[in-house]
C-alpha cells in the first residue's frame, strides 16, 4: 500500500496529478486546489490513501495527513465513495467540515457540490463525534492546546472559508489560498489579519 508520496509534478488536471517518483509516473486523485502553488516540475508531497477494489486500484492524495484521515472517514459513510469524498474536499475544508457537522449546519453541507438533503443529514449523523478524534480538528488538536484555543482555531478557518465563497471566489480559488495562508500561519487564530492575508494571496 502506498501512503505517502513525493516526487516532481509533471501534469496537473481536473483532480488529478501526474508525479514522477523515480521514473515512473503516479496518476494521483486530489481534491481541487491541491497543490496550486506547484509549477511543472517542482516537488510535490502527498498523503495517499490505495483505494483497491477487484476492478480497479486507484490512489488518492491530499497535503495533509488530518486532510487524508477526514477523507478515509467520509467513504465509511453510507453512499460516499472516494471520487464524492476527494470532491468533497475540494469544495470544503476539513475544518469547514468539522464545524458544519458539528453545530447540525445542514444548508452549509447542502452548498457543497455532490451533497443533497439526504446525504447532508445523513453526513450530519454519521460524522457527529468523528472528526474531532482527528489531529488539527477540533478535540483532535494537541492535548497541550486548550480545548478554546482550538475551538477557535477551527472556526476561523471555516469563517474565512464562508468568507471568500460570499466575495464569490470559487471553491479552487479559496482552498489555495487557505492552504497557503495555513503554511505560512500555522498557529493564527485572528480573522481580521488571516482574511487580509488571504485574500493578498488570492491576488498574486
Known sequence: MIGWLRGVLRHTG???LIVDVGGVGYEVHVPLG???D???GGEVQLWVHTHVREEMLALFGFETLAQRE???VLIGVTGVGPKLAVGILGDISTEGLHQAVETGDSKRLKKVSGIGPRLADR????LKGKLGKISG???GAPA???QATRLAAGDVWGDLESALTNLQYRPIEVQSALGQV???HPDATDFDMLLRASLAALRR
Do not use: I, K, M
Request: hydrophobic share 45%.
Open 123 to 126: 453526513l450530519g449523523l454519521e
Open 70 to 72: 477526514v477523507f478515509e
Open 38 to 40: 506547484v509549477p511543472l
Open 144 to 146: 497541550s492546546t486548550p
Open 137 to 139: 480538528l477540533g478535540a
Open 182 to 184: 495555513r503554511r505560512e
Open 14 to 16: 481536473d483532480g488529478v
Open 34 to 36: 491541491t497543490a496550486a
